[in-house]
């Protein structure tokens, strides 16, 4: 006799992304939030067809400013996150060391961060110096933990953002700071989170980090392409 139970479909492992975006005061120069904001959702758009049989993109956003530290989306479903993402406004302080505490805490926590997940990728972004105690809280994060074998990425807004947390981040990694002069930039980086999350969700092992090529700095009055 067919028995339906002995059919079961195996569910999608996912590859987590975290996000952890500077949303303070400064981020109005040059209206940086909203090109923030624009990419985002760009990247977020692309994933909408990004789930396999096999894998899913889960992400994660975690604000940094207008509200202190905020967890603004939880392991969405990548085909979910573009309906669910609001754009960010910028306000307050750079409480960057609060933020990596609690995506420390989420990643190290299974019944948010599977224990058969693969290798999630953490992405910083933030265009100053952080005004709390985030040293401490970055040794812990790069340095111990299911935290510390992430792969991570981030990038430098405008000229006033401070280098150090940011090389700090990327210590025990392949990748480099990617510097955003401008706020066109922002859609670049976010072009090479997005290509590097595609590659690894149709990979044989979705665990290793592909090599995605620097692209150019596009000059001022150059218009961003997408995909």
């Known amino acids: 006799m067919?028995?339906?139970?002995?059919?079961?479909?195996?569910?999608?492992?996912?590859?987590?992304l975290y996000l952890l975006l500077?949303?303070?005061?400064?981020?109005?120069?040059s209206n940086n939030i909203g090109a923030l904001n624009t990419a985002v959702r760009t990247m977020l758009a692309a994933f909408e067809g990004e789930q396999q049989r096999e894998t899913r993109i889960d992400v994660t956003l975690i604000s940094f400013g207008h509200n202190g530290v905020q967890l603004e989306m939880q392991t969405v479903p990548a085909s979910e996150a573009h309906a669910t993402y609001h754009d960010l406004p910028a306000d307050g302080m750079t409480p960057m060391g609060g933020a990596l505490a609690m995506a420390k805490a989420m990643i190290e926590d299974?019944?948010?961060?599977?224990s058969n997940a693969y290798r999630p990728t953490i992405v910083?972004?933030?265009?100053?110096?952080?005004?709390?105690?985030?040293e401490q809280h970055m040794e812990a994060f790069i340095g111990s933990g299911r935290s510390?074998?992430?792969?991570?990425?981030?990038m430098a807004i405008g000229k006033g953002a401070s280098l150090l947390p940011l090389e700090k981040f990327l210590q025990g990694t392949e990748h480099d700071v990617f510097?955003?002069?401008?706020?066109?930039?922002?859609?670049?980086?976010?072009?090479?989170?997005?290509?590097?999350?595609?590659?690894r969700s149709k990979a044989h092992n979705p665990n290793e980090v592909p090599d995605i090529p620097a692209q150019p700095a596009m000059s001022a009055d150059e218009t961003p392409q997408f995909f």
């Not at 299974?110 to 599977?114: E, F, H, N, Q, R």
């Not at 910083?124 to 985030?134: E, F, H, M, R």
């Open 22 to 29: 500077d949303t303070s005061f400064s981020m109005k120069e």
């Open 148 to 154: 510390a074998k992430c792969d991570r990425m981030s």
């Open 2 to 16: 067919f028995d339906p139970k002995k059919f079961t479909v195996a569910k999608a492992r996912p590859i987590p």
């Open 124 to 134: 910083l972004v933030s265009d100053g110096a952080p005004n709390d105690a985030w």
């Open 179 to 199: 510097d955003a002069g401008k706020a066109a930039e922002i859609h670049t980086f976010f072009q090479r989170v997005t290509m590097s999350m595609s590659i």
């Open 110 to 114: 299974p019944s948010v961060t599977p």
